[in-house]
């Protein structure tokens, strides 16, 4: 059977099909894109059979019975398998095209289902065979609309064993306040869940994250949302027994948490960069943090002691010094461009014994003839430094601002002011003692002749 069908795509691809434009396939990427139309005719596809990543765009399934009239099932024999990923891109389709599309897969192994700029209508209640579950763990919607999931926990309770198997799901700028409980409990082997550029706030943080739901979550990431609750959002990610990567970055924090937080024991990885942060404590931050990015944020000092932490991104907050070493002691990966440090010193850098990476340009650095020379011993370092030294500049005194601290040059007396000042004293001093010795001698020797 698999032969002949091989001899039917050959003999299909050698006929140059008139008037028919088809897909476009790219070979370089193996990548095919394809309009929904031309699926309604198998030969526009033949082209693409080589392909492993397949894109459909510009369809509109409002009957769910349309998709009868493409030739997917036709279609599938021919299909590489496995498929590296599908995107269905710029589609109105109704949930019934999902459920028919899956069912007709479920012998292609598909790595990656992807949705973007599509609009789901209609209910369907979900149903598939134990037997026959789709081979796709790894789900992705950007951009999407749907029905409201409050109500739909009984819609998918058909699926529940192929919920409980996917490993990936990215639902990205979708509009999603919450994930009702009645949906998330069957996720038990999810490992990495985004849900950047939605609309959760604060409530549906505790609505979503609530005891005994994503057992075994790695990665989650709530970036650009409408968090303002440090704390609520620290309590309620607690419960997350297994959370190593954390990302939530772009909401507002500015508020300082009125408590210490209790989070996660397995978390390594936090970025709170851009959440309005003006002081964060050693009580709100993760004791087991490898990696820590506070960038763009509001931080004057940073007053918090993390003994396993190996990357610190400050980029872009009001610092004036370096952080103290004793606070982080095994210190890798260090970066402070954007702040406001006057001055570089090589020895307290030095002190970080495990500094692999240094950045620290554009900042205001004062260029004294000690600043100047103590940073230009930075490049023998055993650290890297960063963007050195095209980008960092002096912002004093005024006759060196803007100019590279690498290039800086003052003169003689601007280096040993305070020497020269000492030895033109002594001169004066030493002027004014003869001066006054010879004005006595003067004034006695005037005495004895009168």
Same mark, same amino acid.
């Given at each position: ?22 897909c ?39 009957n ?5 009239a ?38 292609v192994?598909?790595?990656? @289902? ?14 598939f ?31 529940? /064993? ?11 700028? /979708? ?44 990665? @989650? ?32 924090? /500015? ?11 397995s ?9 309005g ?35 610190l991104? @400050? ?42 990476i ?85 004034c ?7």
């Amino acid at each position: 059977m698999e032969i002949a069908q091989s001899l039917v795509v050959l003999l299909l691809i050698g006929c140059k099909l008139p008037n028919s434009q088809g897909c476009t396939f790219d070979l370089a990427k193996s990548h095919c894109t394809c309009l929904f139309a031309d699926l309604k005719n198998l030969f526009n596809i033949l082209t693409c059979m080589q392909a492993f990543v397949f894109e459909f765009r510009d369809g509109d399934f409002k009957n769910p019975m349309d998709i009868n009239a493409l030739s997917l099932e036709s279609l599938v024999p021919f299909l590489q398998n496995p498929i590296n990923k599908i995107i269905v891109g710029n589609s109105v389709l109704h949930e019934n095209f999902l459920l028919t599309f899956l069912t007709l897969t479920q012998n292609v192994r598909i790595t990656e @289902l992807v949705f973007e700029d599509c609009i789901f209508i209609g209910k369907v209640s979900w149903q598939f065979a134990e037997e026959k579950l789709p081979s796709v763990f790894y789900l992705q919607f950007t951009n999407v609309s749907s029905a409201s999931l409050s109500d739909r926990g009984k819609d998918v309770s058909g699926i529940s /064993s192929w919920l409980a198997k996917m490993q990936n799901i990215i639902f990205t700028r /979708s509009q999603i306040t919450h994930i009702p409980r009645t949906i998330s409990m069957h996720f038990k082997d999810l490992n990495v869940l985004d849900l950047s550029e939605n609309l959760f706030q604060d409530q549906g943080m505790n609505d979503s994250f609530s005891e005994g739901l994503f057992p075994n979550l790695r990665t @989650l990431k709530l970036r650009d949302n409408k968090l303002t609750s440090f704390g609520m959002a620290c309590n309620a990610l607690s419960m997350l027994p297994n959370l190593q990567d954390l990302d939530l970055s772009q909401n507002n924090f /500015s508020e300082p948490p009125s408590s210490s937080c209790e989070w996660p024991n397995s978390l390594l990885l936090l970025n709170l960069s851009r959440v309005g942060l003006e002081h964060v404590s050693v009580h709100q931050l993760p004791q087991t943090l490898e990696i820590l990015d506070l960038s763009y944020n509001r931080l004057s000092n940073l007053d918090a002691s993390l003994p396993y932490l190996k990357e610190l991104y @400050l980029t872009r907050n009001r610092l004036h010094s370096l952080p103290s070493v004793t606070n982080f002691p095994v210190l890798e990966v260090l970066l402070l461009d954007g702040n406001k440090i006057p001055h570089l010193s090589k020895d307290q850098l030095e002190a970080f014994k495990y500094l692999s990476i240094v950045r620290a340009d554009q900042n205001p650095y004062t260029c004294s003839c000690p600043v100047v020379n103590e940073m230009k011993e930075l490049p023998k370092s055993s650290f890297v430094v960063q963007q050195w030294p095209e980008d960092y500049f002096c912002d004093s005194p005024p006759e060196l601002k803007g100019a590279r601290v690498n290039d800086a040059q003052s003169s003689v007396f601007q280096c040993h002011k305070l020497l020269f000042i000492s030895i033109i004293c002594v001169l004066i001093l030493l002027v004014c003692i003869v001066a006054t010795v010879c004005w006595v001698r003067t004034c006695c020797f005037t005495q004895r002749t009168a």
